[in-house]
């Protein structure tokens, strides 16, 4: 419970942080945000109904804790170019670029996990090395080289074998489930051959380390054999350290599909931001920052408590450090 508490706490200071440093960004950075924001060679009128509209004329204190209260009340400002809220808009390009990514993470572990552990049971020099060369070929695949090349061989139209939608979202969204998902596959796939590559490299290192701990050989020892030693206490063991890449993978595939979105021309929250800071919309800028942001410290807050659920050696150690202290 202390460990959750601390965790808890350390969550909180770092939310405020991130704010205020996304928050100080726009303001220190050259230039007025009203003027950026109004664009080039606006009239002085257009730039400071823009300050009155939006509160820049005010303290930079009281500017915070305006935003900062609202986004303690869910309210994450209006956007200049739309009239809609932020929260809105962040809701409805998230419910496209989370299910991408779960999707591509989905197909990454599917890859990954299989062919790391066969990458640890070759026996050969050459099987060895062509698992060690498609690990760095799939992991050296450009995202956008990636997804033109599926494009070229499964999207309809354009494709040798037409199966997959090559652009867009349904207008009714996940009101259509199966549309919805088949025009997630393959940008789904772009990402997941991508970072599957790199989780199967992960995992042949990982299950080498436990194998050089001779930890396999004391289960093949007991009777086990080398395949059942490797996926059953090889894996286990390499559990806490794979959920914390799965985690961090995880978080980090939300700028890493910026590019697949805007290939396939998905509204997500990727290509959401480029739109946004391309159009100057910079209040709704800031608060899909720090949603970002949050987003990064909860899942390193969700892999920590999970990597100590399945390690029990870290709450011993805990224990053991805060009793000898």
């Known amino acids: 419970m ?65 935003w900062a209260g609202g986004l303690l009340r869910g309210d994450f400002g209006t956007s200049i170019l739309t009239g809609r809220s932020v929260t809105s808009l962040i809701a409805s390009r998230a419910s496209i670029t989370f299910p991408l990514i779960v ?67 349904p207008l009714d969204g996940w009101a259509a489930p199966g549309q919805a998902v088949w025009s997630l596959i393959l940008p789904a796939f772009t990402v997941g051959i991508i970072v599957g590559a790199s989780l199967m490299r992960y995992m042949r290192s990982a299950l080498g380390d436990v194998a050089g701990s001779g930890r396999i050989d004391m289960a093949m020892a007991c009777g086990m054999t080398r395949a059942q030693a490797v996926t059953g206490v090889g894996l286990r063991l390499a559990m806490p350290q794979l959920v914390s890449v799965i985690g961090l993978t995880f978080a980090e595939m939300i ?3 910026m590019v697949i979105e805007n290939l396939f021309a998905l509204p997500g929250i990727g290509s959401g931001l480029v739109t946004d800071v391309g159009n100057r919309d910079l209040i709704a800028v800031q608060s899909e920052l720090f949603m970002l942001a949050a987003f990064f410290l909860l899942v390193g807050l969700v892999v920590d408590l999970l990597h100590r659920a399945l390690d029990p ?7 053991t450090t805060e009793v000898t202290a």
């Open 313 to 319: 050696r870290l709450a011993t150690a805990t224990d």
């Open 255 to 257: 700028t890493g599909v």
């Open 103 to 169: 999707l591509g993470l989905l197909v990454a572990i599917m890859i990954g996990v299989p062919l790391g552990i066969a990458a640890t049971l070759a026996r050969s020099d050459a099987a060895r090395t062509a698992f060690h060369v498609a690990g760095l070929i799939g992991g050296a695949i450009p995202a956008l080289w990636g997804g033109l090349l599926l494009i070229l061989l499964f999207a309809r139209g354009t494709g040798l074998i037409g199966l997959f939608p090559s652009q867009g979202f």
């Open 2 to 66: 202390r460990f959750i508490v601390r965790r808890l706490l350390l969550f909180v200071v770092a939310l405020f942080g991130v704010s205020v440093v996304v928050f100080a960004a726009l303001r220190i950075l050259p230039g007025d945000v009203a003027s950026v924001m109004a664009g080039l060679n606006s009239p002085a009128s257009r730039v400071e109904a823009l300050r009155e509209q939006f509160g820049l004329n005010r303290p930079l204190v009281v500017q915070y804790a305006d």
